[in-house]
C-alpha cells in the first residue's frame, strides 16, 4: 500500500521556521516528481515547490527565497525548510509525488497543519 506521511507542521511566530517531511512507502518514487501543495481555507490547493528526479526544482513567487525543497531518494523522502514564515503561509500542506513516465502515478498525503501566527 503507497502511503505518503507528512510531519512538522505545527504552530509558529511571524518570522519563525518550520521544517516539514514527507516519508513515502509502498514504491519507490526516485524516478518521479515529489512536492509540496497547500490549502488556505476557502482557497484552491496551490503548488509551494516541487523538485524532479534530476534535482530541478520549482517554487511558487510567493515562497521564493524563503522555502527550500529538497529530496533524498536512498529514504524515499521529500522536505520542505520554511523560513520567515508570514501568516498568510497558514495552510493545510500536502506532500505529493507524481509521474507521467514510463509509468503514471500521482499520490498525496493526508496533510500537515501549519499556522504562523502571533
Known amino acids: 500500500q503507497v502511503q505518503l506521511v507528512e510531519s512538522g507542521g505545527g504552530l509558529v511566530q511571524p518570522g519563525g521556521s518550520l521544517r516539514l517531511s514527507c516519508a513515502a512507502s509502498?514504491?519507490?518514487?526516485?524516478?518521479?516528481?515529489m512536492g509540496w501543495y497547500r490549502q488556505a481555507p476557502g482557497k484552491q490547493r496551490e503548488l509551494v515547490a516541487d523538485?524532479?528526479?534530476?534535482?530541478?526544482?520549482t517554487y511558487s513567487d510567493s515562497v521564493k527565497g524563503r522555502f527550500t525543497i529538497s529530496r533524498d531518494n536512498a529514504k524515499n523522502a521529500v522536505d520542505l525548510q520554511m523560513n520567515s514564515l508570514k501568516p498568510e503561509d497558514t495552510a493545510v500542506y500536502y506532500c505529493?509525488?507524481?509521474?507521467?513516465?514510463?509509468?503514471?502515478?500521482?499520490?498525496w498525503g493526508q496533510g500537515t497543519q501549519v499556522t504562523v501566527s502571533s
Open positions: 509502498g514504491r519507490s518514487f526516485s524516478g518521479g516528481t
Open positions: 523538485i524532479t528526479r534530476g534535482r530541478s526544482t
Open positions: 505529493n509525488a507524481r509521474s507521467v513516465y514510463p509509468s503514471w502515478y500521482n499520490y
